[in-house]
């Protein structure tokens, strides 16, 4: 069997029907869990406000309201949150019966640390990473740091999970990744340490990654052309994005981050039972020579769908030779792949750093922390929706490169507006989100249709590794803004726009069918340039015709 005709040997199945349906919500169902999982660090790691703790000494009422010093932020009065005045000597003042701010100036008074510890508010929180290790001041970058620990993990997980779906099927590594997330969470809980719980994030984060991989090629390798498009657009991002906006709800319900912890924990034990309705990819197991399995797995489908099936649904699969085992050295024997995916690694890089160095500041936004997670959550749905509407008929390449200048435009025109039209530079902010989270479900599925069968998941693991080192660096982009406010915008918006640039020489994938093998890839690759070429030399023909014309 060539293993370019898989689509047409399954095309009796038709492109819906019960079978196609039910696998669709299924595997959308696994999205939900990693919505929960994602950003709760938002919760988790947010900092009270807090104040250095005072010691039960011999103080006036007037001199312990005092003794925290008054400091500037963004033009307003605020008290310190990391120093106090000298204790030994508001103590002396205080006993010798001096009135702060009448008898003592203030500023000439000497300060130190919060040598004592800090006061949390429990307005919003009852506690947190922030609150229980003290993660504040001098402390402050281990929450930037626990932040990153999360997409170190989203990298390893990239690179593993890759090899592992390639090797052992999808299907296995999506409920092995379920296991381990919700191990590792529930651990997590467990933290004795701040350490502790970097490291347990840590695999949080490679089990997430790898779950919604190896979930993903599944579901685009399973159903059919039409389902295919739904899927990996309005199906994968759109569940993804219900457990997103869910999570600030159970968070507002459990204050406390290890219980909080203990419950998300649970979410992925509800997955399990899918096991034995959720089938492997039968192009995988065709790829790995176990053609009769891949049978049954169709004609299983078509009993679904109420449909008979041919006698031999694929041609010569006695024969079949199983293929070889692919890895990451294939990619780079070819020069066209090299450079495909090159391409491909700095969109993924650029679209990461903006998306979640966007959906990361929206804790240092005002007003309620809960609320303004949903919001940014719920800006994601209109998106996902128009792009799984725009990605019927448009041009993948042409809109993938649209919507990173409308994210990265925005960003850089951000810096222009007044401190004190807020609400505009809030909506301008929201429409970068929009614009990143267009590019974020175009590119999923534009990679997986650029990629052959037998080095999808390898490919896409690769391009996910190189999201990481982007998401690994949104905290630290976004932590500049201590410096410069405008500074991350600058730097997102920059980089986006230049990759909307590179975006322009990648192949177009819109109504071809997914190559199965490298050199189906590199034929239709071809035949793209040759149907350029004939364009731009028909173009020249009627310029100068034109030009002829004209004279």
Known sequence: MNGTDYDEDTAFLGQSGPYFWTTFFLLNALFVSTGFNGLYIVFVGAAPKHSCLIPEVNLTEEWRNAIIPITIVDGEEVQSQCSRYKLDVVRNLSAEGYIPGRDVNLT?????????????????????????????????????????????????????SGQLSDRFGRKKVVFMSLGVQCLSVLLQSFSHSWRMFC???????????????S??????????????????????????????MILPWIAYGIREWRTLLAVLSATPLMNIPLWWFIPESPRWLITQGRVKEAEAIVRHAASKNNIEAPPVIFKESEDLPVCKTYTMLDILKSKNLRCITLMCLLLWMAINIGYFGLSLNTSNLSGNP?????????????????????????????LLSLFLIIGGGVL????????????????????????????????????????????????????????????????????????NKVLPYILMGSLTIASSVVNFFLPETLHKDLPETVEQMQECQSKEKSNMNAISTQSRFLSCNSFNILM
Request: hydrophobic letters at 50%; a neutral charge; proline letters at 3%.
């Open 199 to 213: 490291i347990m994030y840590l695999w949080v984060g490679a089990s997430q990654i790898s779950l919604y991989i």
């Open 412 to 483: 850089l025109l951000i810096q222009f507006i007044p401190d004190t039209f807020h609400h505009v530079a809030l909506a301008l902010e929201m429409t970068g989100k929009f614009g990143f989270t267009m590019a974020f479900s175009i590119v999923y599925i534009y990679t997986a249709e650029i990629y052959p069968t037998v080095l999808r998941n390898i490919g896409m693991g690769m391009c996910s590794s190189a999201a990481r080192v982007g998401s690994i660096t949104a905290p630290y982009v976004i932590f500049l803004g201590t410096y």
């Open 370 to 398: 809960f609320v303004n997670c949903f919001l940014s959550a719920t800006t994601e749905v209109p998106a996902y929706i128009v792009s799984t509407w725009l990605l019927k008929a448009c041009p993948r390449r042409a």
């Open 108 to 160: 000439n008074l000497e300060q130190e640390g919060c040598l004592n510890g800090w006061n949390y508010s429990k307005d919003i929180y009852q506690s947190t990473i922030v609150t229980e290790w003290d993660l504040v001041c001098d402390n402050q970058w281990k929450v930037p740091f626990a932040s990153s620990t999360l997409f170190v993990g989203y990298l390893v997980g990239s690179l593993i």
């Open 215 to 244: 979930a993903f090629v599944l579901g685009t390798e399973v159903l059919s052309k039409t389902m295919r498009v739904l899927f990996t657009t309005l199906g994968a991002f759109l569940f993804y994005c219900i457990g997103y």
